[in-house]
């Protein structure tokens, strides 16, 4: 069985779920909130990880007590498995407006349409339970519709791409400095600019975040290494401050 729980109180449980995509695709987590029975589920993943994290997700949680399901962006590596989570739940999702038409291209039902929920721009707030979620504005972080959430009753902020690492060798980071070869390519590439970098630090900072966990790769524990990743988010250079002629020149 895939799932770690790396948080758990009375009332509230956070499960990872990072073991279950195909080897020939890009590594992605899924993350399941519990509080007091009911659930949501953030960045489902695509159609090959359907059936895997259903029945793992049983193990914790019946999938019908899903009550919402987040999708931080548009990817296929979070959506595409949208319309299998609808039809077995009566959940609602909710999506950066941006994207509400592009879902129906990754194969989203007629009749489960009016399940989905535009996020405008500046975030909202979603009640799970009595533990209420934040839905943070995080555009450009990569995609122009872009939010993250973050759990002030597990001091969890859910980062998206933000934060993601490919091909190391563990679940939770223990040297930053060892864990950049990890994350800074795609960083570079990935996201728009330090610009909006900055305004994210300055966001995050009002926050009492105890773990960062993004959608690939590692989890940043503890407020020394929460801080260390904001700090070095804050003063990368990326995107389109590395672009140039070189780059933009006829091949």
């Not at 994290?53 to 595409?80: E, G, M, R, T, W």
């Not at 305004?199 to 975040?209: E, G, K, P, Y």
Request: glycine fraction near 6%; hydrophobic fraction near 40%; charge should be negative.
């Amino acid at each position: 069985m895939s799932g770690q729980v790396i948080f758990e109180s009375e009332e509230h449980k956070v499960i990872l779920f990072e073991e279950l995509t195909p080897s020939s695709a890009v590594q992605a987590n899924q993350y399941l909130i519990i509080h007091k029975g009911e659930g949501v589920l953030l960045d489902p993943g695509g159609h090959k990880v359907f059936s895997l994290l259903q029945s793992d997700i049983a193990k914790f949680l019946p999938p019908k007590k899903i009550k919402y399901v987040f999708l931080s962006h548009q990817d296929p590596d979070i959506v595409a498995s949208l319309n299998g989570w609808l039809l077995i739940t009566d959940a609602e999702a909710y999506i950066s407006k941006l994207w509400l038409r592009f879902l129906p291209h990754f194969g989203l039902e007629r009749h489960v349409e009016e399940r989905v929920r535009p996020i405008e721009d500046k975030g909202t707030h979603i009640d799970l339970n009595g533990c209420e979620l934040v839905i943070l504005p995080a555009h450009f972080l990569h995609s122009p519709g872009n939010f993250q959430v973050y759990d002030p009753c597990s001091k969890i902020l859910f980062s998206g791409d933000l934060g993601a690492s490919l091909n190391q060798p563990y679940t939770v980071v223990e040297n930053f400095e060892e864990h950049l070869k990890y994350m800074e390519g795609f960083h570079k590439r990935y996201m728009a600019s330090n610009k909006v970098m900055k305004l994210w630090a300055n966001m995050v900072r009002q926050l009492d975040i105890e773990i960062i966990a993004p959608q690939h790769g590692a989890i940043f524990k503890g407020k020394d290494m929460v801080n260390k990743f904001i700090e070095w988010a804050e003063n990368l250079e990326c995107g389109v401050d590395l672009m140039n002629e070189n780059i933009y020149s006829i091949p």
